[in-house]
């Protein structure tokens, strides 16, 4: 898609679906600032985030919460990531859900996308809590669950759960994972 310039938030926000995951990062992580396109995740790793997002809805629906899978999450201005799953207090038909409104998100790792570099972004918008799924990218066989919670700007590990494993917590809500169920392929 042809743009005369740098996207700003306004221009990010008039864009609808794409098939692209397309975020609008506007930092010193990226030299270009602006808009950061990279291909679709790889079906493996949509299968676990769809699995992931169920198990976090069923979970998270007694509390009033909301699961939204791959939602643009507007985390300040100029800076809107799509996480795999975020759970929280969101509207129905909204295209761009602020930070305040989420009360965890959850992301896949993936071999391009580096969860590390995301999650300080997610802490430093107050996100409490962070579900980090990390898939064996050779074969997309094993998966480990790290929940981590936000200190200050930064997340701690809260619990883990490697493959075989269920994790288990009572924050942010009652949650009760089986790893093994991330991998119905």
Do not use: C
């Not at 609008?24 to 990226?30: A, M, N, S, T, V």
């Not at 699961?67 to 643009?72: D, E, F, I, K, R």
């Not at 038909?93 to 993936?110: G, K, Y």
């Amino acid at each position: 898609m042809a743009h005369p310039s740098f996207w700003t938030e306004d221009a990010f926000q008039v864009l609808q679906a794409s098939k692209d995951r397309i975020e609008l990062w506007d930092g010193g992580l990226h030299v270009d600032h602006g808009l950061w396109v990279n291909p679709s995740p790889n079906n493996a790793h949509n299968q676990i985030a769809w699995l992931l997002a169920n198990q976090l809805s069923a979970a998270a629906r007694g509390t009033g919460l909301q699961t939204v899978q791959g939602p643009n999450l507007q985390l300040s201005p100029n800076l809107i990531l799509t996480p795999d799953v975020a759970v929280g207090r969101f509207g129905r038909v909204t295209a761009i859900n602020r930070a305040p409104e989420a009360t965890l998100v959850a992301d896949v790792a993936s071999p391009g996308i580096s969860a590390a570099a995301r999650a300080p972004f997610y802490a430093e918008a107050r996100i409490n809590w962070y579900l980090l799924a990390e898939p064996d990218f050779a074969t997309y066989t094993t998966v480990t669950l790290h929940l981590l919670h936000r200190e200050g700007t930064a997340y701690l590990r809260h619990t883990t759960a490697q493959f075989g494993q269920t994790l288990t917590a009572q924050q942010p809500f009652p949650l009760t994972i089986s790893t093994t169920t991330l991998l119905d392929f």
